[in-house]
């Protein structure tokens, strides 16, 4: 039993890397009730750890091929386990969402290393049980955050969301140092013979500037579109922040052209861009994480300043997503691999698009938790359905030495994804949950009490009403929370549908997946249905060259590497 050690090293750190992305929605009521924070707080306490794995997913992985994949795992670890330890400590918002981000940097660094890692640590047979596994522990991480935080959050405090990081990543940490084998750093090739032998090279460089670049665009994007529907889309705040987005933007594509023409790496060849299965599938992965789960900070939120339920409440209500997600992927993953691509991502975003129209008939004023059932059954549905496949159409849509960077560039997107659809919907939200606040006149100040209600204090709203009035205000937050939500879920339907249609009319099917999949079945590598399904599938090589393509279609890294058959990455499915 000792062979797989490494496997439960690389198991633990997952765990904990994604239980993070959802553990945290049911908290945010407790979080807002204990630092007195404002909606834009909890938006950025969710979007800090996206944003940082979404910036710097790609760059992550040219740092381990400089330093050494097993190097920078156990430094992701230990930087994840500081910054949770940080988190539970925070005496306030603003160091809790620096904490977050500082989360999403380690976050980073542990999701662009572990696939090389079991690439590395397993062969044969034994390869496709790790890669399963592995698959299944992520499935089962985002299925078990909201119930989880429910019950740390209830019977213990918030903090304890965070807290329970430090042993399982001290445990990881210590297994990884003994288990795992230690790596050289990579080098970027000048040349190999027919076998893949280095023939010289200089060690990996780092695209530092394109990195900087584009994470200044995302962030001041995703924060010009949470501060304009506070100060206003005409304000010179918001308007001086989308300018930086804009130049921040003009600087990546001028750094990544001009990195491309010296001959060296980019993050990301913009000239995939061009290609319209490739771009199609960007704008699907971007798409499909917001449109399914971009709504469910503002889900949880009405379920506890609402209808009352307890953290646990929550959670329970929550978990037909990521249930039917997990269920689906791992009953049809491996049979969705012999369709063309287009059909079952596109079918996916359309039956999210169903899900969230579902969602959007069932709530009413008066409406329960069951409301909620069908809609996110349908949207994990449609989750389960496109998500197996994301990565490995991706991959297939560009040239093979450029695999890699594709399966990095879907990570990116998606994460990215999710950030926009919580600063996008907020602003949905708030901004008709006013609308009707101010069209009876009992609340002084609409926008501010649409706030109120979107952070989690609809009570503290209610009593700051005249005594006569209270019961009028009452139902009349009842009514604006159900109506922002419908509002958000209609936005949610129109996101989803534009993905599945942009992929169905764009996406082609391509003859390098179906040759993957018979070279795979020349090989005998074994495909394992739980990690088709949990994760998108993961098939690599025996031989070493393997290693480095894996990496890559995590992080990001599109290096021509001789030789090496493509490999099918994976990416974490999220809630």
Known sequence: ?????????????????????????????????????????????????????????????????????????????????????????????????????????????????????????????????????????????????????????????WPTIFWVNLPIAAVAITTTLRVVRADRPAYQLVGTSGHGVRLGGTRARVDIPGATAFTIAAATLTCGLIRGGEVGWASVETLTTFAVTASALIAFVVIEHRTARRGGVPMMDLALLRRPSFAALMSGALLLQGGAFGCLVLVSLW????????????GLALTPLAGASFLVAAVAGRHLQRLAPHLPIGVGLLSVAVGMLVLRAGMTADAGQTALMGGLAVTGTGVGLATPVLVSAATSSVPTQQAGMAGGAVNTFRQLGMTLAIAVFGTVFTSRAAAVLAGTGTVRDPQKGASALAAGQARRLVDAAPAADRGAVHQLVHTAFATGLDRVFLTSALAAAIGGLIVLFFVRPSHGTAAGHATAREQGTPKDDAGQSAKDGWQGPDDAEGVETGRRAAAGDGREHGGGPRLEAGTAQQS
């Not at 909606?39 to 992550?60: N, P």
């Not at 379920?303 to 929550?314: D, I, R």
């Open 303 to 314: 379920l506890q300043s609402m209808l009352g339920l307890s953290p646990v409440g929550a």
């Open 1 to 157: 039993m000792r062979k797989w050690w490494p496997l439960t090293a690389i198991c633990l750190g997952a765990f904990i890397l994604l239980v993070d992305v959802t553990i945290v929605n049911v908290a945010l009521p407790s979080m807002a009730a204990d630092l007195g924070a404002s909606f834009t707080s909890l938006q950025w306490v969710i979007d800090g750890y996206a944003l940082a794995l979404a910036a710097l997913l790609l760059a992550s992985g040219s740092l381990a091929d400089r330093f050494g994949q097993r190097r920078s795992y156990v430094c992701g670890l230990g930087v994840f386990g500081l910054a949770s330890l940080a988190c539970g400590l925070a005496p306030d918002a603003e160091v809790l969402i620096a904490a977050r981000v500082v989360q999403g940097v380690g976050g980073a660094a542990m999701f662009a290393t572990a696939p090389a890692l079991l690439l590395t640590s397993y062969q044969g047979r034994d390869r496709g049980t790790a890669f399963g596994v592995w698959g299944a522990a992520n499935g089962a991480a985002a299925a078990a955050g909201p119930l989880l935080g429910g019950l740390l959050t209830e019977h213990f405090s």
